[in-house]
T-cell receptor
């Protein structure tokens, strides 16, 4: 059974600082996703990582994937207040003839303070 | 192209009642999945439909059911509501298998059970 663990669950950062969120998954998965969620809102897709060594960057966020270690990271560079949100990683799981479903981590609530 | 739409957006029900939530996928998308998000359990997969057939189901009691219509619209039903069913219910659609296609989330339905 695929399980996804994320840490830390809470992260308080100062503006301008760097930090990394870690996402471990328990069994092989074809894809790893990162989402952002603002309070009361739905999920906003940030990155989809497909293969070992994949690295994607968008603004101050960079995601990477190490399939051998079953680890993905979301690195935040020079944090700004607008990045305050909850970040989820999710791994793709398949069962039988399904189209696939996502197994989510618990989320990391990021608060960026001036 | 219109995104995934969910109705209603907010709902208040009393314990013991039943509720039906609706999801209209992006035009051309045949796969619809449902997820439940609660503060305690996080984001959990409920079920997935493709071409009117349930392909996979998460670990939820039989009170949770769903269906998909020939136009790919989907409904989920929760009978005999319990306080713990209070959650954000997210619907997501894709053209097909998630190894190939991206999944798009709707805005969610916020259900409150009193």
């Amino acid at each position: 059974e695929l399980k996804v663990e994320q840490n830390p669950l809470f992260l308080s950062m100062q503006e301008g600082k760097n930090y990394t969120i870690y996402c471990n998954y328990s069994t092989t998965s074809d894809r790893l996703y990162w989402y952002r969620q603002d309070p009361g809102k739905s999920l906003e897709s940030l990155f989809v990582l497909l293969s070992n060594g994949a690295v994607k960057q968008e603004g101050r966020l960079m995601a990477s994937l190490d399939t051998k270690a079953r680890l993905s990271t979301l690195h935040i560079t020079a944090a700004v207040h607008d990045l305050s949100a909850t970040y989820f990683c999710a791994a793709l799981s398949f069962y039988g003839g399904s189209q696939g479903n996502l197994i989510f981590g618990k989320g990391t609530k990021l608060s960026v303070k001036p | 192209k219109a995104g995934v739409t969910q109705t209603p957006r907010y709902l208040i029900k009393t314990r013991g009642q039943q509720v039906t939530l609706s999801c209209s996928p992006i035009s051309g998308h045949r796969s619809v999945s449902w997820y439940q998000q609660t503060p305690g359990q996080g984001l959990q997969f409920l079920f997935e439909y493709f071409s009117e057939t349930q392909r996979n189901k998460g670990n939820f009691p039989g009170r949770f059911s769903g269906r998909q219509f020939s136009n790919s619209r989907s409904e989920m039903n929760v009978s005999t509501l319990e306080l713990g069913d209070s959650a954000l219910y997210l619907c997501a659609s894709s053209q097909g298998q998630l190894r190939t296609y991206e999944q798009y989330f709707g805005p969610g339905t916020r259900l409150t059970v009193t």
